[in-house]
């Protein structure tokens, strides 16, 4: 079981990992379109503790944290974000398409709803192997509008594919609120109707969001098929680095600040005497460390030989 | 009525796009603009931007995302009279949207012995350069140049930009623009409409005797460059821009190619069964006994594109690659790019 404290560092972790981002970003280090998920580590975190090296997650393009959450190296995330051989992409996909095949992590789909299809896949296949893994699948609530949610969702119930499909309702994709892409907000209820339970929960109280993932994985553990959870969270940074964010208000912005899943657990841990000032910067000192460790190995990563340009199109077979 | 556009003016292609999405849609009730995040949001390469505070959401519809659904209901409205311009935020996206567009838009007039028509217009941002990776940067534009039933214009300078969009609305049937996004913030004259001419045909944008570079959209600027290039070594190009890939202009093409003898095609495909491909079957066709070498191409190389700054770079045509391109058919040799 990981403790509350463990669950706060690795929230830390992930808050300062993507905030190193945006000065790498404007110093041009990290290139290409930067998706951040700053307000959103309670969801990653907590459903992340509840996964194990069986399981398989599938993510967006705003998924440095669900790789965090899974596992894959901040060394190997950073380098990525560079271009360097030594990313978890060996550098060719980039911010938004990070892959670790050893953590059983199947990216990085800059295509909206693009890894909804491939998540009832991993399940059928662990279900056809008698595998005990289960796949978690995290998307935001506007990929509900697309063919290939309902189509996944009805795959999934169908065939009793063990696919946790994680909804991140942030309110917000790109400029668009929920209220005005979605005729029916409730999602659960929209989820529900594909004959799977649907549960929604608070996605800034990580404590929250383990409780009922917790739920959701007895479930799906136990050969019942697939699970919908809403976590309703929020991005308190723009939606990539370009967006000038006409479409909410700054006041908007701060009153769900006042939620922010690090503060709401760090003060809880405060009250009960496991967190006190002094932790708290030891920890904040730790964690920037590492990061300033990862930010220093991906500079020093080597890039591939243009010559190599071609190669990973089609698998490598030795004729020889 | 929008006010007239003052002559010669200069302006970037993205707001020669806005100019022509506002004149259209204040002077034409049947027009409305919609696709995501084109309203609130101001458009995701903000080429709508503004449009939304002027004209309201009935005429600048931000859609979900739902690219089959939309683009099939543009195509519906477009049977019940409107005159939808559906934006689609990349090219790769519209793969989402592609049977829509291939199976229904593109054949709705035949299936139905004429009596249909889908008076459509599908605006696309298309192309690499940006770092953008494997699912954001591909070029389509030739492929869907290979569908009966749908046309395929590519703007490649402002004017183009300005004055394509009110042909495409004036067209009975389904017109696709592509347009690059390394071109939106690139400046150039824009005139009067009628210096437009028929989108429908390919411009000389440099006249030159020695040999003939074609090519269109994105590319075209590049091409330019290396035309300037190659004349500083006394070679005289004529760049061919194409700017419409379905119908394909041939006789402009053609007539160049007799003049000059040679021919190099640079497109941002990928070279396999390419729009570049089909250029080159026809001036085979056409110019086999006028031919003084073998036409060369110049494309991007077969991989989805990469995300590091130097192998995208490598992977995409650039102006060395058409300069070597160029002297290689200069000298009657052939660089044959075998992948
Ligand atoms: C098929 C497709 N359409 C459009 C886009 C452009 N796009 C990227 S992210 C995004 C918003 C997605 O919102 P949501 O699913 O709620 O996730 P969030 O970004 O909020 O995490 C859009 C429109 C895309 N990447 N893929």
Redesign the interface.
Same mark, same amino acid.
Not at chain 2, 301 to 304: D, Y
């Given at each position: 079981m990981t403790t509350r404290m463990e669950l706060l560092r690795t929230m830390l972790f992930m808050r300062r990992f993507e905030e190193r981002c945006v000065p790498l970003y404007q110093q041009q280090a990290i290139r290409g379109f930067l998706h951040l998920s700053v307000g959103q580590e309670a969801v990653a975190a907590g459903v992340g503790s509840l996964l194990g090296p069986d399981d398989s997650v599938v993510g967006t393009y705003r998924e440095h944290i669900h790789a965090l959450a899974k596992g894959v190296p901040a060394d190997a995330i950073m380098a990525e974000m560079f271009g360097r051989i030594s990313g978890c992409s060996g550098g060719r996909g980039g911010s938004m398409h990070l892959f670790s095949a050893d953590h059983r992590f199947y990216g990085g789909n800059a295509i909206v709803a693009g890894g909804l299809p491939l998540a009832v896949g991993l399940g059928l296949a662990d279900t056809h192997f008698g595998r005990s893994g289960v796949c978690a699948c995290f998307f935001g609530e506007g990929a509900m509008a697309e063919g290939a949610f309902h189509e996944s969702m009805n795959l999934a119930a169908l065939w009793k594919s063990p696919v946790l499909f994680a909804c991140e309702n942030n309110l917000y994709a790109m400029g668009t609120s929920l209220e005005r892409s979605a005729a029916s907000t409730d999602l659960a209820m929209r989820a529900g109707s594909h004959a799977m339970p649907a549960l929604s929960v608070d996605g800034m109280d990580v404590e929250a969001v383990i409780e009922a993932t917790q739920r959701a994985l007895v479930h799906l553990r136990a050969g019942q098929g697939p699970v919908f959870v809403e976590y309703r969270t929020y991005r308190f940074r723009p939606h990539s680095m370009y967006d000038p964010e006409l479409y909410r208000t700054k006041q908007e912005v701060e009153r769900w600040r006042e939620r922010d899943p690090l503060t709401m657990l760090g003060d809880r841990l405060r009250a009960s005497g496991e967190l006190d000032d002094e932790m708290w910067s030891a920890m904040l000192a730790e964690v920037d460390d590492e990061i300033e460790v990862a930010v220093e190995r991906a500079e020093a990563g080597g890039i591939e030989p243009v010559d190599d340009l071609a190669r990973y199109v089609l698998a490598e077979v030795d004729h020889g | 009525m929008a006010e007239p556009a003052a002559m010669e003016t200069e302006m970037t292609c993205r707001e020669a796009m806005r100019a022509a999405l506002r004149e259209s849609i204040i002077d034409d009730d049947r027009v409305v603009l919609m696709g995501?995040?084109v309203g609130? $949001?101001?458009g995701?390469f903000a080429v709508s931007s503004g449009l939304f505070d002027e004209l309201g959401s009935e005429r600048i519809i931000?859609?979900? #995302?739902?690219?089959?659904?939309f683009v099939g209901a543009g195509i519906g409205a477009a049977l019940g009279g409107m005159r939808p311009i559906v934006e689609i935020m990349t090219g790769?996206?519209s793969l989402?949207a592609l049977d829509q567009i291939v199976n229904t838009a593109a054949t709705l007039r035949h299936m139905s012995g004429g009596q249909l028509g889908v008076p459509i217009v599908i605006r696309l941002a298309t192309g690499g350069g %940006?770092?953008?990776?494997?699912?954001?940067s591909h070029s389509f534009d030739g492929w869907f140049g290979h569908i009966p039933g749908i046309k395929v214009w590519s703007p490649g300078v402002a004017e183009d930009f300005r004055w394509m969009l009110s042909a495409a609305l004036a067209d009975p049937d389904p017109v696709l623009i592509f347009e690059h996004v390394g071109l939106y913030g690139r400046s150039g004259p824009v005139g009067a409409r009628s210096d437009a001419g028929d989108p429908e045909r390919a411009v000389i944008r440099r006249p030159g005797r020695d040999l003939s570079l074609i090519t269109f959209g994105g590319t075209l600027p590049m091409v330019l460059d290396a035309a300037t290039e190659l004349f500083g070594d006394g070679v005289d190009a004529e760049v061919v821009d194409l700017r419409c890939l379905r119908p394909l202009d041939t006789s402009t093409m053609v007539e160049s190619v007799r003049r000059t003898h040679r021919a190099v095609i640079i497109d941002e495909g990928w070279r396999s069964g390419g729009i570049s491909a089909e250029v080159s079957a026809r001036l085979a066709e056409h110019c086999f006994y006028d031919l003084d070498a073998p036409i060369g191409r110049v494309c991007s %190389?077969?991989?989805?594109m990469? $995300?590091?700054?130097? #192998?995208e770079a490598?992977?995409l045509p650039s102006v060395e690659r058409i300069v070597e391109a160029a002297r290689a058919a200069m000298d009657a040799t052939v660089v044959v790019e075998t992948?």
């Open positions: - | 995501e995040d609130a $949001y101001g995701c931000d859609t979900p #995302l739902s690219e089959l659904g790769n996206f989402l %940006r770092q953008l990776a494997a699912q954001h %190389r077969e991989v989805p990469p $995300y590091p700054a130097h #192998l490598a992977a992948w």
